[in-house]
């Protein structure tokens, strides 16, 4: 147990002491290790071991929050009394009991980052290395992070919840560098990952493949033109094109953002906001997904959420104190990076659904436009939606056919009005890991979509257009 | 608190040649007002330690919350676990220390973490108050203030021992205006550990004006124009690229900066400094986190580059001394300031013929290849037509090389401003960049 059940009482008590209506106690161990490779050579080992208790209070949308790192019950009791002087109350709700809540570990880890050596970990990235810097001889330079992280929490709150849960994460990323005679560089990255233990390594990905992956990026984009610039239509790849929706519309139907007003999605329940081919779910509950837990970080047990169904907005996501503010339930989204912060609505694995179109088909039906076979990260403003989101592997589309490579390509639109331009879905959905930073911290999420089309977006690049 | 008298003997039986720890402790105060009321409340006190010991000429490293001497053990041991698998072809520092350090006494003020809490709250009020006077388009207002402490103790077993307390205080204003149209964000931070130098009145007039301004922006044609950065616009820029410099970059040919100290990188107009005495600066600091005195410096002196920053390992393989830049295990600038010029702003719009003023440049950790130099980011501004301010520009891009873009600098502002990125920037004008729009 991370702390005694009486004390975790004893806090929420002390919380409620001066008219709170609500309680909550985090409590957060985690231990993680980072390997770092340059040129196969291992640089640095580094093991970090974090350990904290968060404490929030809610007395309708006002929010407290504390945290230390001392577990000393007479601090962790003093933190809970000092929040509690926020309210100038007396005891106005009273506790329900601590009830232990079970829905089952959706998450099975076989192999712990613990029962793995050091040497193993240093054999996987010798792997990688080697297949990564063989693939072609302008491959210059290779980086590899190794990571990974088990964190245990304890979640209990006033209205009796109380849930415990590991969460394992493995993830490598591999960076390439390609130099040509010139001196020019350019980089390919890719960094698969996963909510299992190492037997992600051992059994599902050949991690040599993963560094062919990024060494191939890295070379194609070397032999790349730059990007023209203008509008066009655009053939987002699936898997980390995914991020488009991430960006553009997933943080704007984040209750952050819908229960302030501040976003383009407030008032649009039931009604169309993309065309109809469009479909787009966000689910903590896929198994072992780099994005998944059994709760979330207010203790409610992850769901599969439906926010777009053929074009209709069906659902947004929702933490419990913007709920209030919503005048609607929790949908299992809370989450945050560590105890260092309060929880709010966050994405988990967010994709659009699979179309009925071919990817082949959509190249065909384009005479001339961009093909983002890989993207890099974005960002979006939430108070108007528009986004930006970097193109690390691009190709124009002529007549038809995927044509030459093109560099340093970016995509600027706007999430308001991005879902009504995507004129056809393929059916070949993938998911790709990513690292979402917001109020709450920066937390893992995957974001998916299969190959589709939006058709006329900006694209900024150094070639005119 | 973990007995470091014990760890240190611990370590040093089972083989470990030289230890050193970091321990730093911060302490948080954050409050959030929304709609006139407050609607987040948060304080915080975390510890860590950090530490390092070398085995066999390697460096391995363990970071713990738990501070428990029950845990030395432990710590000793992954030490020389992770020493063992290290192949880097440098071995691993511990510093002996420096003569001397220079004395900062204005990095910690004790006035501002004495200032009654409602003190502060009021003041965020009062801004609350003062955005939804100064227009009825002004919807949504959301202002924070954090203040941070953090101490640090530095102690290694070749007898170094540092201590270093510093606090900062933030607040930050976002408006959301809307005038039935267009709905658009103004966003902005104010830093110091003075409470008395937050301009309030300021801090309205500029967010709230910018926001107002930028209603009903669109993107212009494609095409070169004459782009003038605000200070803001140009410390994010800049932010994408602040590794370049890093000596440890150009040793693992990941800079674009290897083979270029002593040349031009940038126009004469230009000067980068790193200055870790800057008054009022939460980040100043006469020692780095291996404990070696920090230096002012000029990085880029007349549009030369004069040095990278070095930490105690990459100096060594470059056989110099270290420019006291190893922060967090890696090298970093502590205040990077590129530095005014002469040019008033308004002098730089007039001068424009056909050119873009961006105040915001969004995406710099996607949208910007710090390897090669190159960006593509999303901005947002106003149009220059015949030396006047016109039109908001949104949605549109601004492409260009780094390095070319120093080189194309034309004119540089005589004020500048502190950004949240720790990078102090003026006005610049470039000559001419390509931008994408329509």
Redesign the interface.
Known sequence: MLLEKKLIENLLDAGLSRGADFAEVFVESKNSSALQS?SG????????????VGIRLAKK??????????NNPEDLLK?AD??SK?FNDEVLTKRTPLMELEVGDLHKVEIKPTDVT??EK?ALIKKAYKATDEYDEAI??V?IHLLDSSQDVLIANSEGRFVTENRTRVRIYINA?A?NKEG????GGNGPGSGKGYEYFFNDIDVAEQGREAARIAVTMLNAEE?P???MPVVIHNAFGGVIFHEACGHPLEATAVA???S?FCGKMGKKVASDVVTAIDDGTIENAWGSANYDDEGYPQQRRVLIKDGILKSYMIDKINGRRMKSEPTGSSRRESY?Y?PTSRMSNTYIDNGKSKFEEIIAATKYGLFARKL????V?P??G?????VMEGYMIRDGKIAEPV????I???GGNILNKIDMVADNLDCGRGMCGSVSGSIPADVGQPTLRVIDV???????? | MIDTKKLFAVAKAKGIQDIQVYFSNTTNLSVQIFEGDVDKYEIADSSSLTVKGIFNGKMGVYRTEVLEDSLIDEIVDTIISSAKVIDSLEDGIIYEGDKEYKELDDIYNEELTNLDVAKKIETLKELDTKFHAFDEKVKNVETSYTETTNSVLLENSKGLKLFNKANASYIVAEVIVNDGEDQRVGFDVQITNDFKDYKIDEMVQEIATDALNSLGAKPVDSGNYEIVFTGLALATLFSAFQGLFSGRSVQKGISLLKGKLGTAVGSSLINVVDDPFMKKSASSRSFDDEGVATKFKYLIEKGVLKTYLHNLVSAKVDGIESTGNGFGGGISSVNMKIESGVTPKEEMIQSCKKGLLITNVQGAHAGANPVSGDFSLQAAGYQINDGKIGAPVALITVAGNFIQMLKDVVLVGSESKMTYYGITAPYIKVKSMPVSGN
């Open positions: 340059l050579r291992l640089e640095k080992v580094n093991s970090n071991k974090s350990f904290g949308f006002q929010v407290v929050y504390g945290y230390t790192n001392n933190l000092d929040l926020s050091l040497e240093v210059s330079q980086m560098v130099m020019i560089m350019q980089t990007c610039s203008g509008v302030k007003d501040s383009v260092k309060a890099g990260g974005g960002s403003n108070g108007n528009d986004f930006n989101f970097a560099r340093g390509a970016s600027v639109g706007n900006t694209v900024g690049g150094k070639r005119g257009a």
